[in-house]
């Protein structure tokens, strides 16, 4: 008789009287409910990174709300050109944007809306790339000389 396996009665004496691990359907389940909180969180995510791209078009534009009231005070007239925008002091705002009037960031297109003059402009910053992906009331922002703010505050664009 071997004692190692068996007792005095015959049965068997080991640590486990069957099988155990994990099944198919517990692993499923487990995998289920993985991928429904990461996709919860990824969407999240991308809502958050797109709401904090934003910050690159609004700081452009108040960048260049800012220059254009100081150049104002010196000129008595608004700057009217993308290339004012962009020259030095004292001769335009010195506003760095990239190739092809893109912000610092790269998510907007900076560019006058309508025909500036001396004494009215409004610029906007234009979604470009995947910032496209925003909330579509987000995609366009805009400020003009009296510092009205398109789309309006409502929207949560501009915070």
């Known amino acids: 008789m071997n004692s190692g396996c068996m007792n005095s009665a015959g049965k068997r004496s080991g640590r486990y009287t069957g099988q ?4 198919l359907i517990e692993l499923m389940i487990v995998i289920v409910v993985l991928s429904i909180l990461t996709s919860i969180a990824v969407s999240n995510y991308r809502r958050y990174a797109l709401r904090a791209n934003r ?15 100081r150049f104002f005070l010196q000129n ?45 402009y409004t610029i906007q910053a234009t979604a470009t790339g995947g910032q ?19 789309p309006a505050a409502s929207t949560g664009c501009w915070r």
């Open 20 to 23: 155990r691990g994990v099944t």
């Open 55 to 69: 910050t690159d078009g609004t700081m452009a534009l108040l960048r260049i709300q800012v220059a254009q009231e």
């Open 76 to 120: 008595n007239a608004y700057a009217q050109t993308m290339t004012q925008v962009t020259a030095a002091p004292p001769n335009g705002l010195g506003i760095t944007l990239g190739t092809g009037n893109v912000t610092t960031g790269g998510y907007y297109v900076i560019s006058f809306s309508g025909t500036p003059t001396a004494t009215t």
């Open 132 to 150: 496209t992906a925003d909330t579509s009331a987000c995609l366009t922002l805009a400020i003009d000389q009296s510092g009205n703010r398109t």
